[in-house]
């Protein structure tokens, strides 16, 4: 079960065949481990992008909203630049990784983001902390631990179902 995705590892067109395919039988082996490392590696781009969008909003003293929109523009930019790196060493091309990039880590970005933005929004005071302080730091990791959270069960469900980062485990060992 588990194995499946390991007969469509060569870089050929199977991005029509083989999330039908996984459709049936991916639902056995969508556990919680598979989930939580699919969250744990988008949150790590998405972390990148988040702390250096962060990072250079509050550094050049720039306000909330130019801030958060780098931050969150940078964290999807990275959470596909990771998993578009791992399916272009596959063997894949440019255009179809871009693709799988894009079917495997929008959903579970978009409420990754929503979920840390939303934490950081209603914490009082946590969007006028400055690099220097705590509640900058201690605001941002409670807010990423946030999302891990609520982004797993989604991963877990999305892989389950063939799709989100089900299509990317057809591209690794």
């Not at 807010?143 to 690794?172: C, D, E, M, Q």
């Amino acid at each position: 079960m588990q194995h499946e995705g390991h007969t469509d590892r060569p870089a050929h067109t199977d991005t029509h065949e083989g999330p039908h395919h996984a459709h049936h039988q991916a639902p056995a082996a969508a556990t919680w481990s598979m989930a939580a490392l699919a969250t744990l590696h988008c949150l790590t781009g998405c972390a990148i992008g988040e702390v250096l969008g962060m990072v250079v909003g509050t550094a050049f003293g720039w306000g909330n909203l130019p801030t958060t929109v780098l931050a969150i523009a940078l964290a999807f930019f990275f959470g596909y630049a990771l998993t578009l790196r791992g399916v272009l060493r596959a063997g894949v091309g440019f255009r179809t990784a871009v693709r799988v990039a894009l079917a495997a880590d929008t959903l579970s970005i978009a409420v990754m983001e929503l979920i840390d933005n939303g934490v950081i929004v209603l914490w009082p005071d946590a969007m006028d902390a400055q690099l220097g302080d705590l509640l900058f730091w201690g605001s941002l990791l409670i807010s990423l631990v946030a999302a891990f959270v609520v982004t797993t069960p989604v991963n877990k469900w999305t892989i389950g179902r063939g799709k989100g980062h089900a299509v990317v485990h057809r591209y690794h060992h």
